[in-house]
């Protein structure tokens, strides 16, 4: 996989952990301001994903996008704010890991 394209989907999981992040305190506190941080975070993150598209193209972009943030807000969920997953769920996280692993496999042949 092309370094560049890590790098920019780093950043893209980083503006959008930290977009989910803050929704999730906007749920506690109910301020508006909080609100409106979550949707900018959430707009450099889209604009970030443009890019991305353009490295590894839609699929691979969009469907490394959603596994990276599935993995990680779950992480987030836990640690911050004492959120279970059900074992099931669980499950499904790890499916997401390793459809991730092939996703981002290199590529052989001509298929």
Known sequence: ???TFLLWL??????????ATVSR???DNGKLWVLAASLALYCVG???MVKLMRE????LAISASAVA?????NVIAFLLFGER???IQMAGVALG??????MLFPAKGGV
Not at 56 to 59: A, C, F, I, S, T
């Open 25 to 27: 305190a906007y749920v």
């Open 97 to 102: 890991v390793v459809s991730m692993a092939l």
């Open 85 to 87: 997953l059900s074992t």
């Open 69 to 73: 943030q599935l993995v990680l807000i």
């Open 56 to 59: 590894g193209g839609l699929g």
């Open 46 to 48: 889209n604009l970030m």
């Open 10 to 19: 780093g950043a893209a999981m980083a503006t959008f952990l930290g977009a």
């Open 1 to 3: 996989m092309n370094p």
